[in-house]
């Protein structure tokens, strides 16, 4: 599992993601040139917002069709057979996975407009929840179980990802009434899931991860 992890990482940090981005940038110089850092006078605030609304929305859907497309499902399935939970287990894809990602893509295409500066701290954010909703610390079974701190929690769980909310997605069969393996498809925000019908909360984390038929 660690090798398979770390070695998933490594490919997608080191290769894959800078080879796309300098290949976007490249193309976006020669074929649109004057376009090049048309964004680069907006707020930080508004390229942020921006950049990650498109981002998880492009990740939420190619995500979705990787469970309900049978050559994406190949590529997808080593991130489910995972039979326990842990910051690494993100990177878990095949290879070719990231290569067809549609908001690496988008990293590339809106550095070229001029809005590396929300890029690089957008990434930063993004992974905070990406890690955080993989990890083993339930930080948010305090917001659950703390009635003062309930209308938090549901604040919070309706905007951005919580680990009870994608611990289900990696849970072996929805049989144990808290996992949803075939939704919950969200990387940052969970409000795609619940706009487009595939939100599933419990507020309970699962006994069994992993895949049904391994």
Known sequence: ????????????????????????????????PEQQAVLAEFPLWASLLIFLLIDDFLQYWYHRFAHEYEFLWKLH?????????GFFVSYRNAAIYYLFMPNIWWIGLFTFLGGAK???????????????SHSTIPYDKVLYRNKFLQPVASVWERIFITPAFHHAHHGKSRRDGISDPNGNFGNMFSIWDQLFGTAHYSREF???YGLEND
């Open 77 to 85: 399935r080593p991130h489910h057979q995972a039979e326990e939970m």
């Open 206 to 208: 699962p006994t069994l």
């Open 118 to 132: 929300a890029v690089a701290l957008g990434l930063v954010l993004k992974q905070l929840i990406i890690i955080s």
């Open 1 to 32: 599992d660690w090798i398979q992890e770390f070695g998933a990482f490594l490919v997608l940090s080191l290769l894959t993601k800078p080879a796309l981005v300098l290949l976007v940038l490249f193309l976006g110089n020669q074929f649109f």
